[in-house]
């Protein structure tokens, strides 16, 4: 199968940067079939909500908090996600999930998570 790790959380105050990043490792030819990779969050007491995506092509979707302030991006050779983000809000506290997606969309695979915490 497909693993996924996750690095970057952290606490940082408001107005501040952080850099995520995921890698997926696992059996070749599964790590092959990916093609979605994206970021989700979830805040406590909220449900787990899409942050921002990147397909194998490089089409990216981010949710409309985040427009202007994330910037997903990926290194194919590495199967390996980002999430830079800039100008942090209180409201960005979360666990973020990295996740990735087959191009059947049959396979779906969720990181451990990582926890950023912003501060005002």
């Known amino acids: 199968q497909v693993q996924l790790a996750e690095s970057g959380g952290g606490l940082v105050q408001a107005g501040g940067s952080l850099r995520l990043s995921c890698a997926a490792s696992?059996?070749?030819?599964?790590?092959?079939?990916?093609?979605?990779m994206g970021w989700y969050r979830q805040a406590p007491g909220k449900q787990r909500e899409l942050v921002a995506t990147?397909?194998?092509?490089?089409?990216?979707n981010y949710a409309d908090s985040v427009k202007g302030r994330f910037t997903i991006s990926r290194d194919n050779a590495k199967t390996t996600v980002y999430l830079q983000m800039n100008s942090l809000k209180a409201e960005d506290t979360a666990v973020y999930y990295c996740?990735?997606?087959?191009?059947?969309?049959?396979?779906?695979?969720w990181g451990q998570g990582t926890r950023v915490t912003v501060s005002s």
């Open positions: 696992g059996m070749v030819f599964k790590i092959a079939t990916i093609n979605t």
């Open positions: 990147i397909t194998k092509g490089g089409s990216t």
């Open positions: 996740n990735a997606e087959t191009f059947s969309r049959r396979d779906n695979y």
